[in-house]
């Protein structure tokens, strides 16, 4: 292995001179800013879902697991992220109100991501972007996209907005306390603090406006709320859930579904459109979310990844309690298991939204339509029996 490592090694070189140098030069980067970022940058041989020619691939990723979204939700952290979160508020205060005036984005989401991403800063992020970014260009599963990331590090270099030595990432290459990957910091990088820099690193400010900057590009409506917690009576199925079953939510109103803390819907909210959640079908909490929950996932596409970023943030600003119905404990699938179940739904004529191996809301909606139609009643979530019987149709 160590002497395929070290042809692979070469390789590598060669390829950071005849392809991506070239690339580099087309964008705008200069010889000497292209040698101080790599050279002596060497492939990281232990990032996952590595494809290294000569060797087995990694097969991680088909083993992975889809878990259930209660895991995401454990108490503490929520906790810890709220009082941490409302602390940081009153510290920010000021700019955060500015970044709102500027943005529409209130500042617990803006918090409540900078907590997710980085605990509030305090995450180590240790690896040099060069070498994570270069390494994923040459050796990963979406080397084309690694590579663009390492031409935008590169024109980030090149225009000065950072030393070499500062870009310092994730094992992903996302940079810094917001995550960005390159060409975002391109995009959105924004300055807080006026000192004319976007300092992702080591400014708090920066930081803040940078992802207020991202939200507001990617459409926040001001004035709108992520969504609400909701009862979902019987007589409503949770079929219904999901982005294509959008519809006002004065209508879902008045099929019944209330507010879990006994307020009407906002009646600016209640005139627009709104989308039925429901992670873990019967078995969790049930939502109803706007458009700027969509939103918060451009910034990482997971609706468990959404509700967390709204849940701390109400109990940020509004000191709200937990989740009004609790997580219940569910089976965890192999992906490759969900993808199977997922296939024979599709071959009998239900939208799962793609055989991806993800419990998504299309899936969620399509077991709550087999149950209906096999006489269950409805939960929208998948258990180790179903699978085994959908397996035998
Ligand atoms: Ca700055």
Not at 75 to 99: E, F, K, P, V, Y
Not at 248 to 254: F, G, N, Y
């Amino acid at each position: 292995m160590a002497q395929n490592r070290n042809a692979v090694a070469a390789d590598f070189q060669v390829w950071l001179g005849s392809t991506v140098w070239p690339k580099a030069q087309r964008a705008g980067v200069s010889r000497s800013t292209f040698e101080t970022a790599l050279s002596g940058v060497t492939p990281k041989w232990d990032l996952p879902d590595l494809v290294i020619p000569g060797e087995r691939a990694d097969t991680t990723q088909r083993q992975a697991e889809f878990r259930p979204p209660a895991g995401y939700f454990a108490a503490g952290s929520l906790n810890t992220n709220a009082n941490t979160g409302r602390q940081l508020m009153q510290r920010h205060a000021q700019t955060l109100a500015r970044i709102e005036r500027q943005t529409g984005v209130p500042a617990q989401i803006i918090v409540a991501i900078w907590g997710r991403e980085s605990s509030f800063g305090n995450a180590r992020i240790p690896h040099n972007a060069f070498q994570i970014l270069s390494t994923k260009g040459f050796l990963s599963t979406r080397a084309s996209y690694f590579t663009n990331e390492l031409i935008a590090a590169l024109q980030m270099v090149e225009r000065g907005y950072a030393s070499p030595a500062a870009m310092k990432s994730s094992w992903a290459g996302a940079l810094g306390q917001p995550q960005f990957m390159p060409s975002n910091y391109l995009k959105y990088a924004a300055d807080g603090n006026g000192d004319g820099r976007a300092d992702i690193w080591g400014s708090a400010d920066d930081t803040l406006a940078s992802i207020g900057a991202y939200l507001r590009d990617h459409g926040w409506s001001a004035g709108r709320d992520w969504g609400f917690e909701v009862n979902v009576p019987n007589t409503v199925s949770c079929a219904m859930e999901g982005p294509h079953q959008a519809r006002r939510i004065s209508d879902w109103a008045a099929m019944g579904i209330t507010r879990v803390n006994g307020r009407s819907f906002p009646a600016a909210e209640a005139r627009e459109n709104g989308f039925l959640l429901m992670p873990a079908g019967r078995y969790g909490p049930a939502f109803v979310v706007t458009s700027n929950f969509t939103v918060l996932k451009a910034y990482n596409e997971s609706d468990v990844y959404a509700l967390f970023v709204g849940h701390v943030g109400d109990r940020m600003r509004y000191g709200v309690g937990g989740f009004n119905s609790g997580w219940s404990a569910l089976d965890s699938f192999a992906r490759s298991d969900v993808r199977a179940m997922q296939q024979k739904l599709e071959a009998q004529g239900y939208d799962v939204g793609g055989a991806d191996g993800l419990i998504g809301n299309k899936t969620r909606g399509a077991i709550g339509a087999w149950q209906t139609r096999n006489g269950m009643a409805a939960t929208c979530y998948p258990n180790r029996a179903m699978l085994a019987a959908i397996a035998q149709q």
